[in-house]
């Protein structure tokens, strides 16, 4: 019971977490999308990739919540679909978005909107749990890694992960560095 317990909470904490960055990352395009600052309105190559995000981030967390039913179904056996789509939505949606985030912060003349800065600040939560997690994977978790002879695929894809949880880490504190250095408050 006390381990069903701890995978529930996990399960229904991660979608949570992925729910919240999924309604950011939608909101940031929103807020980009609507701003008056001629530098940002002229620039549709940065709305649209920040749309283009957007959308991944919502591809994304459709795959994780497959990836969580299918691991669930092998009674967490292996970390075979967990392990790859976090891998995918660290590097192609949450490091992408946050330097987008950068790019924005870098050519506006006033803050867009607050979610600046709790897209930032929520980053910034979120690479360090999930650096948390990937260490405690890589540490106490190794069985879980020798499923059908992939092991050191799914090692190489988690410290691949860990390193763009860390540079998610660095690009979240440059922004809000460059927030409140701009004084846009």
């Not at 940002?40 to 919540?65: C, H, M, P, W």
């Amino acid at each position: 019971m006390g381990c069903t317990c701890k995978r529930l909470f996990f399960i229904i904490g991660l979608i949570v977490m992925e729910l919240i960055d999924l309604g950011l990352d939608w909101d940031f395009f929103v807020e980009v999308n609507k701003t008056d600052q001629e530098k940002i309105q002229r620039n549709d190559e940065l709305k649209y990739s920040i749309l283009a995000f957007a959308i991944i981030g919502s591809v994304t967390f459709i795959l994780q919540l497959v990836a969580i039913y299918y691991d669930s179904r092998k009674n967490y056996s292996h970390l075979t679909y967990s392990t790859t789509m976090s891998f995918i939505s660290t590097w192609f949606e949450d490091v992408p978005q946050i330097m987008l985030a950068i790019w924005v912060a870098s050519i506006s003349s006033d803050l867009i909107s607050n979610v600046q800065y709790i897209k930032a600040a929520y980053a910034i939560v979120e690479a360090v749990i999930h650096f948390g997690v990937s260490i405690w994977q890589l540490c106490c978790k190794s069985e879980k890694f020798k499923y059908k002879r992939n092991s050191s695929c799914l090692k190489t894809l988690l410290v691949l992960d860990l390193i763009g949880g860390i540079l998610l880490l660095g690009a979240s504190v440059f922004l809000l560095i460059e927030l409140r250095f701009d004084n846009y408050s």
